[in-house]
């Protein structure tokens, strides 16, 4: 029970701390004030900020389902990675933190969508918003594909629960979309405030991630490799 939840309070924080990474962080903040920006009441506000965060959500969860799914189905593959998962989980963490830390350095190809694109797909309401959630989770920058690809993956399939994870971990992107959506709904205006100070908690969650990973890493290393 302890380890099941250890697990799933894993795959909610590298959700999380994907949605406060700088890249993703501001195409939310992007997406939902330009979804709301031609919406009069608070509630339609919050629930296209909703349903934007639903689509992210399902597009992860959709994402590492296929993945996990189509590496434990072909059963060699499968008896590869019972065997020899928990030796690649030790560098891929390693891997994983010093990309947090910018020690390592990726470059991805970039999703984007045209104006006209964007624009209708603002101005046809929540299916729409939906649309725009599930195109951009798929937007991957470095530390996003790092935690997804490099952390979520390899515990999700060294884990017996872990077909769950992606959507858990799609939870964990989905709650601060969620929170910015509530706040354009309230009509705060201290949100550029917001902002400051979430990069500036997501530059410190981000380095004491990247180092538990680092040395998380070397122990696996250690008790799976070397020993």
């Keep these: 029970m302890t380890e099941v939840l250890i697990v799933f309070t894993s795959a909610l924080w590298l959700g999380i701390l994907t949605s406060i990474s700088p890249c993703p962080l501001a195409s939310n903040v992007a997406a939902i004030s330009f979804l709301s920006k031609n919406i009069t009441h608070p509630f339609f506000v919050f629930i ?3 349903v934007y965060t639903l689509g992210r959500m399902l597009s992860y969860a959709i994402l590492g389902w296929i993945i996990i799914s189509s590496f434990l189905s ?7 990675l019972q065997r020899y998962m928990s030796k690649a989980l030790g560098p891929f963490l390693i891997l994983t933190g010093l990309i947090l830390l910018k020690i390592i350095a990726i470059r991805l190809p970039e999703i984007s969508l045209s104006q006209k694109h964007y624009h209708k797909l603002a101005a046809s309401g929540a299916p729409g918003a939906f649309l725009l959630g599930l195109i951009f989770a798929l937007a991957f920058c470095p530390v996003s594909a790092a935690l997804f690809f490099g952390s979520l993956i390899p515990l999700a399939i060294n884990s017996k ?3 769950i994870l992606p959507f858990i971990y799609g939870i964990g992107t989905g709650l601060p979309v969620l929170a910015f959506a509530v706040a354009i709904a309230l ?5 550029s405030r917001w902002f400051q100070r979430i990069k500036r908690i997501e530059y410190y969650t981000r380095i004491a991630t990247g180092v538990v990973f680092i040395v998380v890493g070397l122990y696996y290393v250690k008790i799976y490799i070397l020993k």
């Design 48 to 50: 296209s900020g909703l």
């Design 74 to 80: 072909v059963p060699q593959v499968a008896q590869f």
């Design 187 to 191: 009509g705060v205006t201290t949100l």
């Design 161 to 163: 629960s872990g077909i």
